[in-house]
DNA sequence: TGGGGATTT
């Protein structure tokens, strides 16, 4: 291992004890930490010794040191960008900080974040520290799951959530303080929020600049301004603050420790092998402390297991034992779990991970870390003027991720990162990845827009999305009917938005409605809609899966098949007990995961339906055809008829020639038309998720649909 | 005839 050898000072930013305004140092006007005054700190009683140790372990947190001037800041100006590195304690300590000084009025404090995992454990950490229980003064609300009541006054929540909830309070006016966290990782909802906040900001607080602004002028609704703070863990911090007017930006330090960081000398094209070399290396010449390997996906990931246990079982009887786990989303939970088991006397711990344990979870006792600079990332392609599609590639990482990997070896002391890439390579990386908004569909976002009473191209965003994904996007919800000709939200359109669905299933879900199957087409487009796949096989096993599976097989296709699933399912979780559920599940190849995710959708899809006075008890019986009908209405962009040579489909919306996937239920019938879920890329371009329809189906959409065809 | 990075309402 060729080493260039330099201390970890990727974050080329300022650093500065305590707090710095704009990058001057902050010397002269840094306060001592005291508690604050203002509102109380909740129910405790005070004097827990668990409390007190909180209370020390808070004013020990490096943003402590700038309480004060932060306080000062936010209460003199609308918007304030806060810059904090790793450990600062930024994201538990600011909303304290407003809480306690009173100066964010009434309201609530939002936290939003991009995961639930954060919201959740945040919450409860916060809540401890102020004494009380999870659900009082402090809450969260993420999807399915919502611990707050009428005390909450800090309320961690999915960034998701509070988008959603600015269809029914367009100004957010329950909100006293909205800290948008995590800002420098630009999802879709993030970015959504940044826009929508300037508009409510002008709205609330009034239209003169947003900046130093002691007093809150005379405004329509000067009676509930509101506090608006970016968090950034990255330098992204001056295009947030350059947003805003110009706002300032405050930085505070984090507290990391040093991580030494390796490149090699040459390129490593079979990362596998030079992975498992230098872990070997680490395991024979340094001292003991876990390892963590970063890989692009779960392929690499268990050929790596094997290849480590088989070289483990002939180490030397004196050499410490080494442990491997496993770790990407789809594992099941309880060996997920094993990554934060203690491990036994004298063996070391290595984790073989994706990029979930880049940002989603922080596992402890991590001392090196090896990263072969690679991840999958869906592309979408395009393809001329047609429908695109996606493919899921393994691609370089970018330079913010190399430090974020590096960074998981210094969370409790001295780490080593060794890198599978020179630092040609490095400084080559792309600094961050494209915000998310300019790489996903905007069909979603678009319509929740309109309900808004906003259009999507003419909005303020911190980066604006392609004019074709824009183009595309409109044209969907055209398609759909969520809206008219000139461009204007119809009713329907409306209520598609109020499901937490995709538009283009949402509108299946109401064609059901109208074709009286509206029980069966929500119980497929939950499963549809449940983050992971419903036959999700094993790479050794998949003719015995689809043996197994062939019970549910409906002629029709995928979409029934999945019905038919879902339905087996529910009677046995009618009766049996949740080990036996379990159990039922790994016999048939069916991923529980999905199964019990489905049902929460369901659930919600059904009530969404009773707001809206919509019945969904509607049932089409046996006959599967109303129910096909309905997903043809949604999935309309998603068609394809059968070519001369009767094996390939043609897109009826697009250029590109597909072939159903040999997955698929009906993968060896000859059929005339298809709809489809998706496409993916591989070899050939596939259809998944395909039901067979009548090709009379495509014979009705109407005249001035087609006329809008490009 | 074949391959599931990570999120979220």
Same mark, same amino acid.
């Given at each position: ?10 974050r ?104 639930r995992v ?31 009541g ?21 100004l ?6 909205i ?14 929020l ?34 608006v ?16 007017d ?6 505070v330090?984090?507290?990391q420790h ?50 480590i246990?088989?070289?483990?079982s ?58 072969t ?25 970018t ?27 490095f400084e080559a ?11 996903t ?13 906003e ?33 204007r ?18 509108c299946a879900? /109401? %064609? &059901? +409605? =109208?074709?009286?199957?509206? !029980? ?11 983050? $992971? ?28 098949t ?21 159990e ?11 199964? /019990? %995710? &489905? +049902? =929460?959708?369901?659930?919600? !899809? ?9 019945g969904?008890? $509607? ?7 109303p ?5 043809f ?5 998603h ?58 189906f ?13």
């Amino acid at each position: 291992m060729d080493a260039s050898d330099e201390e970890q000072d990727d974050r080329k930013g300022p650093k500065v004890n305590g707090l710095a305004v704009n990058g001057a140092h902050a010397n002269g006007w840094i306060q001592k930490s005291k508690r604050g005054g203002g509102a109380s700190s909740g129910s405790s009683v005070g004097g827990s010794s668990k409390l007190r140790e909180l209370q020390a372990q808070r004013r020990r947190l490096p943003i402590a040191q700038g309480r004060e001037a932060l306080i000062e800041q936010i209460r003199n100006n609308d918007v304030t960008v806060l810059l904090g590195e790793t450990g600062s304690g930024k994201t538990t300590q600011v909303p304290q900080y407003i809480l306690e000084s009173g100066i964010a009025g009434p309201g609530i404090i939002a936290v939003t974040q991009p995961r639930r995992v954060a919201a959740t454990s945040l919450a409860a950490r916060v809540a401890a520290e102020q004494g009380t229980t999870l659900g009082g003064l402090v809450g969260y609300s993420v999807r399915f799951d919502e611990v707050a009541g009428p005390d909450t006054r800090i309320k961690y929540m999915t960034d998701g959530m509070l988008v959603r909830e600015l269809l029914s309070d367009p100004l957010l006016t329950r909100y006293s303080a909205i800290i948008v966290d995590e800002a420098h990782e630009r999802t879709l909802r993030t970015d959504l929020l940044i826009t929508k906040l300037k508009t409510i900001l002008k709205k609330r607080n009034g239209d003169g600049p947003l900046k130093n602004k002691d007093k809150g002028k005379a405004t329509a609704m000067s009676g509930n301004p509101v506090k608006v703070i970016i968090m950034s863990a990255t330098l992204d911090a001056e295009k947030f603050s350059k947003f805003y007017d110009d706002c300032k930006i405050l930085y505070v330090k984090g507290r990391q420790h040093p991580v030494k960081i390796y490149h090699t000398a040459e390129g490593q094209p079979d990362y596998v092998d030079a992975t498992l070399r230098t872990l070997f290396q680490i395991h024979v010449d340094q001292p003991p402390g876990d390892v963590l390997i970063f890989l692009p996906g779960q392929e690499d990931i268990e050929s790596l297991h094997k290849s480590i246990q088989l070289y483990a079982s002939r180490l030397p009887l004196d050499k410490m034992a080494v442990l491997t786990c496993p770790m990407f989303a789809a594992l099941p939970p309880a060996q997920q779990a094993k990554i934060f088991q203690t491990t036994p006397p004298n063996t070391r711990k290595c984790i073989l991970a994706t990029n979930i344990a880049e940002t989603s979870i922080t596992i402890p006792g991590i001392k090196y870390v090896i990263d072969t600079g690679k991840h999958k990332e869906k592309r979408h392609l395009a393809h001329d003027t047609g429908s695109g599609f996606d493919a899921l590639l393994t691609r370089d990482i970018t330079k913010s991720s190399a430090m974020q990997r590096a960074g998981r070896a210094g969370r409790e002391g001295k780490g080593f990162c060794f890198r599978l890439y020179t630092e040609e390579a490095f400084e080559a990386m792309a600094v961050s990845s494209e915000p998310e908004i300019r790489r996903t569909s905007l069909t979603s976002a678009a319509l929740q827009l309109k309900c808004l009473g906003e259009d999507i191209e003419d909005l303020d965003f911190l980066d604006r999305p392609d004019l074709e994904s824009i183009i595309s996007a409109l044209k969907t919800l055209y398609f759909l009917n969520a809206v008219d000709k000139s461009n204007r939200i119809t009713d329907a359109g409306r209520s598609m938005a109020a499901f937490p669905l995709e538009p283009n299933l949402a509108c299946a879900v /109401l %064609e &059901a +409605v =109208k074709n009286g199957c509206a !029980l069966e087409v929500i119980d497929i487009v939950s499963v549809l809609s449940s983050t $992971s796949k419903l036959f999700f096989d094993i790479s050794d096993e998949r003719e015995v899966a689809a043996e197994v599976r062939r019970k549910f097989r409906h002629r029709s296709g995928d979409h029934m098949t999945i019905l038919n699933a879902l339905r087996s399912y529910q009677d046995v979780a009618a009766t049996e007990s949740k080990a036996a559920r379990k159990e039922w599940c790994r016999k048939q190849y069916l991923n529980e995961r999905t199964l /019990l %995710e &489905a +049902v =929460k959708i369901r659930d919600q !899809l059904r009530a969404t339906c009773e707001k809206m006075s919509i019945g969904w008890q $509607s049932s089409a019986q046996d006959d599967e055809r109303p129910v096909t009908k309905s997903l043809f209405r949604g999935l309309v962009l998603h068609s394809a008829l059968l070519q001369p040579d009767g094996t390939t489909f043609k897109q009826v919306y697009g250029r590109s020639v597909i072939k159903i996937h040999p997955g698929s239920a009906i993968a060896d019938q000859k059929v005339p038309a298809i709809i489809y879920d998706e496409l993916v890329y591989t070899n050939h371009i596939y259809a998944r998720g395909v039901s067979a329809i009548p090709k009379a189906f495509l014979a009705e959409i109407s005249t001035h649909i087609k006329s809008q065809i490009a």
